[in-house]
T-cell receptor
Framework: GESVGLHLPTLSVQEGDNSIINCAYSNSASDYFIWYKQESGKGPQFIIDIRSNMDKRQGQRVTVLLNKTVKHLSLQIAATQPGDSAVYFCAESTYGGSQGNLIFGKGTKLSVKP | KAGVTQTPRYLIKTRGQQVTLSCSPISGHRSVSWYQQTPGQGLQFLFEYFSETQRNKGNFPGRFSGRQFSNSRSEMNVSTLELGDSALYLC????????????FGPGTRLTVT
């Protein structure tokens, strides 16, 4: 498959464990945040988003936490499965995301051991 | 509903040539954004088109350009290719007026030799 990044931070977890992927964002004016999952050879796939008026949002097996004070975002994946192995990117945007431009973090590679 | 499609999927060009990449958004989506992905720089925003107009532009040289057609399909063009332009070029579409939940295509892998 295609490599989406060299020297990415890597998180290795056991199947069934919970995973926490962290992201520090740069712009204090950012008010919309998204997590994407990218598998080898594919484009980024939307996982979950959160707006700055919230500090937590839950989806199916995923939770995003936002700490605006320290400009930190995290993605929690419950009961991690082998299919969760991928590179995860956080992205930030301003104006509620209406400007069509996302600023992406460098990514974290999640490796799930069976 | 069909996803975002990009053509071609793979392309090999020589330095100095130009290239045109195509993106068909999800039906009903009027916003198309383009990104460049490289191992060194990660995912970087190129530009966004909405209703045939470029609304936002990233920090890339003028050799990178694009356009959008009335059916929301978009093309991007890179002229005078350089070795550093080798990358995965990703297109994403969205309902711009509903926020930035962007859906990405599989990308076009461009190799410049």
């Amino acid at each position: 498959g295609e490599s989406v990044g060299l020297h990415l931070p890597t998180l290795s977890v056991q199947e069934g464990d919970n995973s926490i992927i962290n992201c520090a964002y740069s712009n204090s004016a950012s008010d919309y945040f998204i997590w994407y999952k990218q598998e080898s050879g594919k484009g980024p796939q939307f996982i979950i988003d959160i707006r700055s008026n919230m500090d937590k949002r839950q989806g199916q097996r995923v939770t995003v936490l936002l700490n605006k004070t320290v400009k930190h975002l995290s993605l929690q994946i419950a009961a991690t499965q082998p299919g969760d192995s991928a590179v995860y990117f956080c992205a930030e945007s301003t104006y509620g995301g209406s400007q069509g431009n996302l600023i992406f973090g460098k990514g974290t590679k999640l490796s799930v051991k069976p | 509903k069909a996803g975002v499609t990009q053509t071609p999927r793979y392309l090999i060009k020589t330095r100095g040539q130009q290239v045109t990449l195509s993106c068909s958004p999800i039906s009903g989506h009027r916003s198309v954004s383009w990104y460049q992905q490289t191992p060194g720089q990660g995912l970087q925003f190129l530009f966004e088109y909405f209703s045939e107009t470029q609304r936002n532009k990233g920090n890339f040289p003028g050799r990178f350009s694009g356009r959008q057609f009335s059916n929301s399909r978009s093309e991007m063009n890179v002229s005078t290719l350089e070795l550093g332009d080798s990358a995965l070029y990703l297109c994403a579409s969205s309902f711009r007026d509903r926020g930035a939940e962007q859906y990405f295509g599989p990308g076009t892998r461009l190799t410049v030799t």
